[in-house]
């Protein structure tokens, strides 16, 4: 059938009018990082950290992006996968003093000890007034019977910090282990490890260690990130002794 003056309108102006319609554009890295903070305020970390390997694909040094996947990993869990991510942001950023500090939380979340401490002590290389990582620095010498100086870097702490209860109670019983102890070097005793459990969900008993947070999430410049992550803390906590 041949088509009248009117059909070739109809068809002329369809044609004009998929012309004109804008092409759908593919998300950008920045957009992927932001839907992943979407989906860590809603704690909905799977996704997020999707979102954040969708951003990682389009843009591999993307080192926000990587710290929070990190974050997000921490928050399932999987402290082997998020110990790899934060040591990829190192690789790129190695003064990335937030995932220094998260390096070395989940080191000791593991009983790693001697890696922990070394890992707070570049954090506060970079940070040294981080009265936090000083008394986390503690909680690694005490697993590792160095007692004294667990007293010394909860002194630190709480010189930053005073009525810090974290490294009060830290430097409590390093102070107990040498009093009970008085002829023993703390250099070469090694204490027995107490049970730590891998929940991070459980609050502090009387007998248990201070609390820690990790360091907080990366957010982009938008007014809307800042928000979102000022919403966005960490309530994980970490029973140390028991």
Same mark, same amino acid.
């Given at each position: 059938?041949?088509?009248?003056?009117?059909?070739w309108?109809?068809?002329?102006?369809?044609?004009?009018?998929?012309?004109?319609? &804008?092409?759908?554009?593919?998300k950008?890295?920045?957009?992927?990082?932001?839907?992943g903070?979407?989906?860590?305020?809603?704690?909905?970390?799977?996704?997020?950290?999707?979102?954040?390997?969708?951003a990682?694909?389009?843009?591999?040094?993307?080192?926000?992006?990587?710290y929070?996947k990190?974050?997000?990993?921490?928050?399932l869990?999987?402290?082997?996968?998020?110990?790899?991510?934060?040591?990829?942001?190192?690789?790129?950023? &190695?003064?990335?003093?937030?995932?220094?500090?998260?390096l070395?939380?989940?080191?000791?979340?593991?009983?790693?000890?001697?890696?922990?401490?070394?890992?707070?002590?570049?954090?506060?290389?970079?940070?040294?007034?981080?009265?936090?990582?000083?008394?986390? @620095?503690? /909680?690694?010498l005490?697993?590792?019977?160095?007692?004294?100086?667990?007293?010394?870097?909860?002194? @630190?702490?709480l010189?930053?910090k &005073?009525? /810090?209860?974290?490294a009060q109670?830290?430097?409590?019983?390093?102070?107990?282990k040498i009093?009970?102890?008085?002829?023993?070097?703390?250099?070469?005793?090694?204490?027995t490890?107490?049970?730590?459990?891998?929940?991070?969900?459980?609050?502090?008993?009387?007998?248990?260690?201070?609390?820690?947070?990790?360091?907080? &999430?990366?957010?982009?410049?938008?007014?809307?990130?800042?928000?979102?992550?000022?919403?966005?803390?960490?309530?994980?906590? @970490?029973?140390?002794?028991?």
């Open positions: 059938m041949r088509l009248n003056g009117l059909h309108l109809f068809a002329i102006f369809l044609i004009l009018l998929v012309l004109t319609i &804008p092409a759908v554009s593919a950008t890295a920045a957009e992927w990082y932001s839907e903070l979407k989906y860590g305020s809603q704690g909905k970390y799977t996704q997020e950290i999707e979102a954040y390997d969708q990682l694909a389009l843009d591999p040094g993307y080192v926000k992006a990587l929070n990190g974050r997000a990993l921490d928050d869990n999987k402290l082997d996968a998020a110990i790899s991510t934060y040591q990829q942001v190192l690789a790129i950023d &190695p003064d990335h003093a937030d995932a220094l500090y998260n070395a939380y989940d080191f000791n979340e593991q009983g790693r000890y001697q890696e922990a401490l070394a890992t707070y002590e570049k954090v506060i290389q970079i940070q040294p007034d981080a009265h936090d990582a000083w008394s986390n @620095k503690g /909680y690694s005490y697993f590792l019977g160095r007692y004294q100086e667990a007293v010394e870097a909860a002194d @630190k702490a010189a930053l &005073p009525g /810090y209860q974290e109670q830290v430097k409590s019983r390093a102070q107990a009093n009970s102890n008085p002829g023993t070097s703390a250099l070469n005793t090694v204490s490890r107490s049970a730590v459990g891998t929940s991070q969900l459980r609050t502090n008993a009387i007998t248990a260690s201070p609390a820690t947070t990790r360091a907080a &999430p990366l957010v982009a410049a938008p007014i809307l990130s800042v928000i979102i992550g000022g919403l966005w803390v960490s309530t994980r906590k @970490k029973a140390f002794f028991q």
